[in-house]
């Protein structure tokens, strides 16, 4: 099977998440893909950014059986009193066996290849809730545009079947690409980092030239909800939420969701043997957030916290 048709018929997912409620509107089923062409410091999942399954441990889980020790065929896994469970991330050859024979999950493997049929099964059991609130689908990541054939095959599924359809995307792509995606999306929930072209490259390693001339483009088509994940200290200045609030006005943004700084993902870099990108940053206050919610709304614009 060549590399095409791999990519429109399996696809690379970390989870599907269920009654999903910040990523939409209504109930929704959220699928997310794995791998990202950003790499932005304060990513809460990093188990999205490569584009291959990796393992992930839990230390706190692990009963120091010794069984991973035995099934690894490279022998990277080791395990004594004074310091526990170690592997050695360099050499890992990413086999997975000692995730195979781990008895309390302490080693879980993060990214299963799905096809499309075993994806919108998966979605289609929470068809009731979609009907009832409202709801859908949301394919989100990473970025699900670079698994883009696939993407497209699951959403051309989901509509179907009837349901309604969400896109999360930073909007790094070539415009060929996405325009064929957005035949099969009824909503488009666009991430803006930051409105500076420099800043955005320094921390996302990329430029928002394309995002932004994508996003033009797309709101001639679809629906669009503008994200803001609000860094202190990065993007949460007066002049660039000015500018942010300008663009959502230009485009007809249905609405702004202010997506707050959070250490979720502290623990997952560890748990996957990376370094935390940032630490000395903290979440923004709820009077902070609510000051600038209040701000972008003064000009009309409909905003919301969290979702």
Known sequence: MNSEVI??????????????????PGIRTTVFMKGCP???????????????????????????????????????????????????????NLCFECVEVCPADALTKVGEYMTVEQVVDEVEKDELFYWRSGGGVTISGGEPLLQGPF???????????????????????????????????????????????KAHEEATGVSNALPLENLYKIRDQKKVWLRIPLIPGYNDSE???????????????????????????????????????????????RERLHEIQQSIASIGLHVTLGE
Not at 47 to 63: F, Q, W
Request: charged share 25%.
């Open 38 to 92: 950003l790499r932005c410091p304060w990513c809460h999942n990093p188990e999205s950014l490569n584009s291959y399954p990796e393992l992930m441990t839990h230390d706190t889980k692990c009963i120091a059986c010794g069984k991973c020790v035995d099934a690894c065929p490279v022998e990277v896994v080791t395990l004594s009193k004074q310091g526990g469970r170690k592997i050695d991330r360099d050499r890992c």
């Open 239 to 285: 002049e660039n939420l000015k500018k942010i609030s300008a663009l959502g006005q230009e485009i007809g943004a249905e609405r702004i969701s202010i997506l707050p700084f959070n250490k979720f993902g502290d623990g997952k870099y560890e748990n996957l043997g990376r370094q935390i990108p940032i630490t000395e940053v903290k979440p923004p206050s």
């Open 151 to 197: 993407v497209t095959n699951v959403l051309r599924a989901c509509k179907e079947r009837g349901l309604h359809t969400a896109l999360d995307t930073c909007g790094y792509s070539p415009w060929p690409l996405l325009e064929k995606v957005l035949e099969y999306v009824d909503l488009v929930l666009f991430d803006i980092k930051h409105m500076d072209p």
């Open 7 to 24: 990519d429109k018929e399996r696809g690379l997912i970390f989870l599907i998440q269920s009654y999903s409620i910040q990523d939409g």
